[in-house]
């Protein structure tokens, strides 16, 4: 079928947040005493709620209630950390703004609260260019699902073979590829190894110099 719209994650995508993100999940850590297993355990949280994040980075099992606790701990991190402005994925402003002109459907579906996607794309001057935002609450399963991927498409009124998504997290490919979508990495966080084997038909460092159709 031929490709209608477009869909991106934020972190990683549009906004180049993992800075902040590394340094959060490490400010947990400190404050808990934990040191992490490896130097990329931090790679384990891409793409995923940061509920679903913390036992993973803990390397335990932890009770809903201790994971929900330290997933609002790190977010206050973040946010902190993030307070300066958000950094934006070189060329993304261009494409973005090119998908407009043409009238291409955009939407955003993010692990990231409504809040925090509100609040970057807003201060990034990219929240108005997207119809549709799909958030961690809008959904009940986070990504490799591919729930949040469905329900940006179905908001936009298109179908999911209709899709493309831009995704630099690996559980990220594999939910597009999982909702029937075209996936193209962004390689800031994995390698184009790393997201071709989990899917995605190529990838890319940035968005200079990609143009639409991709």
Not at 46 to 57: F, H, W
Not at 162 to 180: K, N, P, T, Y
Not at 206 to 214: I, L
């Amino acid at each position: 079928m031929e490709t209608r719209a477009v869909i991106f994650d934020m972190d990683g995508v549009l906004i180049d947040s993992g800075v902040h993100h590394r340094a959060a999940w490490r400010a947990l850590l400190d404050e808990l005493g934990v040191a992490p297993a490896a130097a990329d355990t931090w790679r384990l949280t891409i793409g995923r709620p940061s509920v679903e994040a913390v036992p993973l980075l803990l390397g335990r099992a932890t009770s809903w209630a201790e994971a929900q606790r330290l997933a609002a701990r790190k977010q206050e991190h973040y946010r902190r950390l993030a307070a300066g402005g958000p950094a934006l994925v070189r060329g993304v402003v261009e494409f973005v703004a090119d998908l407009v002109e043409r009238r291409v459907p955009r939407a955003v579906a993010t692990s990231a609260s409504r809040h925090d996607v509100d609040g970057l794309l807003t201060r990034a001057g990219l929240r108005d260019r997207f119809e549709v935002v799909a958030a961690a609450e809008d959904v009940s399963r986070g990504k490799p699902d591919p729930e949040v991927y469905l329900l940006a498409a179905r908001r936009l009124g298109v179908a999911p073979a209709q899709c493309l998504v831009f995704e630099d997290a690996v559980v990220g490919v594999q939910a597009a590829r999982s909702a029937g979508m075209r996936a193209i990495g962004v390689s800031t966080a994995h390698t184009e190894t790393e997201l071709r084997a989990a899917g995605a038909e190529r990838a890319v460092e940035d968005f200079e110099g990609v143009t639409w159709p991709a």
